[in-house]
């Protein structure tokens, strides 16, 4: 998340045109709030890590780029870390 917002700052113009091209934009919605009460339940973790992977789990994605060694506890997933790219 920190990344993220690192590169929010940056530009408007480089999150625009070098990120949003190569990644999906994915919509929450109501049906996403079950998924994330389960896996705020199963790992007791934040709010905002519990909906990544409801989205995740929704567009059946297995894998994302995280420094965030939380989502190591993970069963579900696999963290990549970001220093591998």
Known sequence: MQLFVWIL???PYFFKNIVLPYV???????????????????YDIKPSYAIHLATMEKKSISHIVSEDEE????KE???IWLSKF
Do not use: G, Q
Not at 31 to 42: A, F, Q, R, T, V
């Open 9 to 11: 700052s940056l530009s």
């Open 24 to 42: 999906e934009v994915i919509p929450i919605d109501e049906s996403d709030i079950e998924i994330m009460e389960n896996y705020l339940i199963k």
């Open 71 to 74: 989502f190591d506890r993970i």
């Open 77 to 79: 997933i696999r963290r």
